[in-house]
């Protein structure tokens, strides 16, 4: 019982952050949302996507250098990889983000 309450958090934060994992994607949409905020609408290009046309939210301290990748991948028709948990919350904030080769 003891060894369960100790190890107890390491297993849920575990859980936490295995659900987050690289996606190589489709940028469909990328800009600045009516609250504020940066927000990019991908698609999962994997063989069995995991998501489509789902709107991420670009964390604000990066906003401008992740907009400046998501347009440069847009206006080269390039895919970017993007590391992020899609099924948290609303609106995902993107953790890592580049153009795919």
Partial sequence: ????????????????????DWYH????????????G??????DAGDSPQFMEKVFRVPDSHSKEMLAIALTAVSANLKVF???DPAEGTYPEIISFYIAP
């Fill in 1 to 20: 019982m003891v060894a369960f309450v100790f190890l107890s958090p390491l297993l849920f934060s575990a859980q936490a952050i295995a659900a987050s």
């Fill in 25 to 36: 994607c489709y940028i469909s949409l990328a800009g600045l949302g009516g609250q504020g």
């Fill in 38 to 43: 940066t927000y990019l609408r991908l698609t």
């Fill in 82 to 84: 993007v590391f992020v």
